[in-house]
């Protein structure tokens, strides 16, 4: 009778298999059954960051167009950064200040450096592409928001995530489409916004969804609206086009995924590779 093993000689080929090597074939052993509900919340991870790329470009172009002012981008985002700074703190009720060990002090240093070094330096970011044709920044200011886009860490544990990249080519566009602003202040508004709304607003979205996901919820079909409403202004047909969009990334897209995975087949079985389960890490000493 054949044995599976090749340390004894037997009367049979070294490819030669029995009827019994296919019952220990298995199916599917680690597929993830998902519920579509599950894969829709966890979907505005990207609809939250495509509307917060959107609120961006439609605030720039206002401030482009001369229709809002620098002062008052300011005041609103300042306002609006205290209450989410409130809301950071209140949501655990301070238990991640505490276990990070950083004080309310060492936060407002580092925003009054942030700002004082901006400030500073806006009137090079206003000159800095200069010699630069405005096609080109703007070429460069979307593939670097579509890359910010890619990159962006969504939840999942991806080769491709890279929050440090992606915040670096959000900053790079905002400095890019700053520099076409008219005076340095609007430049220096604008990359500090861009801050906020790309690096401290995601923060928050990460603290809402595992803390209160009814919350999280709330505010982010809220800031959908406020972005669909805001490229409305500026365009009805990009507004039928994005919001096409949010509704394919928030329900066409995970039912696509649902029903892919009832044609997922893979098998499992003796034709593996093996895989060492035992901890070798004393061998390395």
């Known amino acids: 009778r054949w044995q599976k093993v090749l340390y004894e000689r037997q009367p049979f080929p070294d490819n030669y298999v029995d009827q019994r090597f296919l019952e220990e ?30 609120v961006f470009v439609v605030t720039w172009w206002y401030m482009d167009a001369g229709l809002l002012s620098p002062q008052g981008l300011f005041g ?35 925003t009054l450096v942030f700002a004082a070094f901006t400030y500073g330096f806006s009137p090079v970011l206003k000159t800095l592409t200069e ?4 096609d080109t920044i703007y070429a460069m200011s979307a593939l670097m928001l579509l890359g910010h886009l890619i990159f962006f860490d969504y939840g999942a544990n991806a080769a491709i995530v890279s929050s440090t ?18 005076r340095s202040l609007h430049a220096f508004v604008m990359v500090t ?5 790309f690096a401290l607003w995601p923060m928050l ?25 805001g490229l409305a202004t500026i365009s009805s047909v990009g507004a039928v086009l ?6 394919a990334v928030s329900c066409l897209c995970p039912y696509c995924l649902i029903r892919l995975q009832l044609l997922k ?21």
């Open 76 to 110: 609103v985002a300042l306002v609006s950064s205290l209450l989410g700074y409130v809301l950071f703190d209140a949501v655990d009720g301070g238990a991640g200040r505490r276990e990070s060990g950083r004080t309310r002090w060492a936060d407002l240093k580092s």
């Open 242 to 247: 994005f919001a096409s969009l949010l509704l």
């Open 25 to 54: 074939l298995r199916k599917n052993v680690h597929a993830r059954q998902y519920r579509y509900r599950a894969v829709v919340f966890q979907s505005g991870a990207v609809v939250q960051q495509l509307c917060s790329v959107c």
């Open 205 to 229: 979205q990460k603290k809402l969804k595992a803390q209160t996901p009814q919350c999280y919820v709330g505010v982010t079909v809220l800031f959908a609206v406020a972005a669909l409403l």
């Open 165 to 182: 990249l992606s915040l670096n080519m959000a900053i790079f566009a905002s400095v890019c489409l700053a520099s076409r602003l008219p």
């Open 265 to 285: 087949d893979n098998i499992h079985g003796p034709w593996d590779e093996a895989e060492i389960k035992e901890d070798l890490s004393r061998f390395l000493m």
């Open 193 to 197: 916004f861009a801050m906020q709304i």
């Open 131 to 134: 010699s630069i044709s405005t």
